[in-house]
């Protein structure tokens, strides 16, 4: 199973890991992509357990992808888009209800996929907060402006009480290990645009193949 453990952390890896999910062609390699979100998850974890009902929820879903890429089928699922190509092509994801295929690839990378876009609504706030600005305030704003969307009122309930828990600005930049204020700010309008393209590319690729609403 996946190590979430990793003292010398810094945040900067982490959203460096998603520059190298893009290939020329703008294909998605999926075991950077994974590799990405484990990092995210690595970060949430030095926040404090009350973030720990998340953190597994995506250990679970990064370890199906991950199981993917390691079984039989792997060489399919090098790419996002040859892994939708794959999956669909021999009736691999259920589309309109939950059935046969609860683990599918394309249901599980939606999932993140969706959080990915919390993810760049809340580093945008980030990025461009002053020092008295909340990071729960942020949080949840970018919560609601994207994956609440997906969720029901119980996780709605419980992820609105956990992002209360979370630490102030300052702090939060410490975790990040990254240097001063001004270098966090820097570094976010650097990694902001690449994280950006990846979720576009996903965004485009599942809306060609209508599958922005598996079950
Ligand atoms: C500098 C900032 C870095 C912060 C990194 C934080 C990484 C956050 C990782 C969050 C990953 C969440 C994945 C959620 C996937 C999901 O939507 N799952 C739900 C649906 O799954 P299903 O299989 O049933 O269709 C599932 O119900 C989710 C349950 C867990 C609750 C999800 C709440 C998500 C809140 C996201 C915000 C995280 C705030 C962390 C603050 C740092």
Redesign the pocket.
């Known amino acids: 199973s996946v190590a979430v453990e990793d003292p010398k952390f810094t ?1 900067q890896e982490v959203l460096d890991t998603f520059k190298s999910c893009l290939s020329e062609n703008k294909e998605v390699f999926l075991e950077h992509y994974v590799a990405g979100w484990l990092g ?2 690595r ?2 974890n030095s ?1 404090g357990s009350v ?1 720990s ?2 953190a597994k ?2 250990v679970n ?1 990064i370890q199906i992808l991950i199981n993917h890429l390691n079984g039989e089928n792997g060489a399919h699922y090098v790419t996002v888009q040859s892994m939708v190509k794959y999956e669909l092509d021999n009736q691999l994801v259920d589309l309109t209800k939950r059935g046969s295929f609860p683990e599918s690839g394309c249901r599980t990378l939606l ?2 996929h ?2 990915l876009r ?2 760049e609504l ?2 945008e706030r ?1 990025r461009t907060s002053t020092e008295e600005s909340k990071t729960s305030v942020m ?1 949840s704003e970018a ?1 609601n402006e994207s ?1 609440s969307q ?2 029901a009122w119980i ?1 709605r309930k ?2 609105g009480t956990a992002f209360w828990a ?1 630490p102030g600005r300052a702090t939060f930049f410490d975790v ?1 290990n990254v240097g001063t204020p001004e270098q966090v700010v820097a570094m976010l309008g650097d990694a902001l645009p690449l994280i950006s393209e990846v979720y576009q590319v996903t965004e485009d690729l599942y809306v060609q193949n209508n599958i922005l609403d598996l079950p």
Request: aromatic share 20%; net charge positive; proline share 0%.
């Open positions: 945040l995210l998850v970060f949430m926040l973030f009902f998340i929820d995506a879903k999932r993140l969706r959080a919390w993810l809340f580093l980030l949080c919560y994956l997906h969720h996780i419980a992820a979370l990040m």
